[in-house]
């Protein structure tokens, strides 16, 4: 799979960086991109990249804060006409969401191609597609404001080879029932698969969150994450201040990366307040210090393997 940021700035967007939005692309689980966040401009990033909107199938919003939505109206009616004609689509969000766009596409006489399924969250939500589950909790931002914890299904093991030719059987079509079944039947005796393969291996684990100061629900949606992505609209300075504005301080994640034990942290929504060159030299002097844990800083169009 695949993480990709289109847009990584605070409130504002920069020169360099735009609001909110961040696509998973599910390969090669499934064929589909789920975006996290729709802020404005997101369809203009996507123009310089090769994400196609068609093959979008679902949209999660955070919260209701502009910095997270304004791009919605735009790009729901540009996927009409980007490879979006009769694909369904999936909004999942907080309570509003629904009206918002549907009152965006209304007064502005905009008709889309495609139907919307809406999901709208009360306090948390549990959600699974494709073998996916998605888990939603309600964090602490002022307004309601939420974490989703992406699992992705589990793999098979590899086949033993060797285990099959010793009870006779060579490699050939027979080989996929028993990479996908559970038993299997060979010169009239019936096998368990799991016998004749290895250890199956869990999804990976990936942690996306809204908008939020520290609050007990983080530590569930975050707790062994392959992946996290998190807010620091502080990057420097008191931690009360970020926490007075309803955000997450630097140190806020860091406690955060240690105690749910995540592996991999890529940190976004820096204030607009800090310019590239701010960013690096921060950067530099947290990555010196002892006990930081490992986070990246995330940039406009940075994409992460996972
Ligand atoms: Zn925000
Ligand atoms: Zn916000």
Redo the contacts with the bound molecule.
Sequence with gaps: MEVTFFGTS??LPTKERN??AIALNLEPYSNSIWLFDVGEGTQHQILHHSLKLGKVSHIFIT?M?G??IFGLPGLLSSRSFQGGDGKPLTLIGPKGIKEFVEMSLSLSESHLNYPITYIEIDEDLSYSHDGFTVEARILNHGIPSYGYRIEAPETTGTINVQALRDIGLEPGPKYQEVKLQDTFEYNGQLYQSQDFRGQSKKGPIIAIF??TKPCANEQYIAQYADLMVH?A?YIEGEKTLANNYHHSHIDDVFDLIKHAQVKHSLIT?LSNRYNVEDIEQINQALQNKADTPQFSFVKDFDSFKI
């Design positions: 605070a409130g609001t909110q919260h804060h910095d997270h809204g908008d807010e609209t929504h």
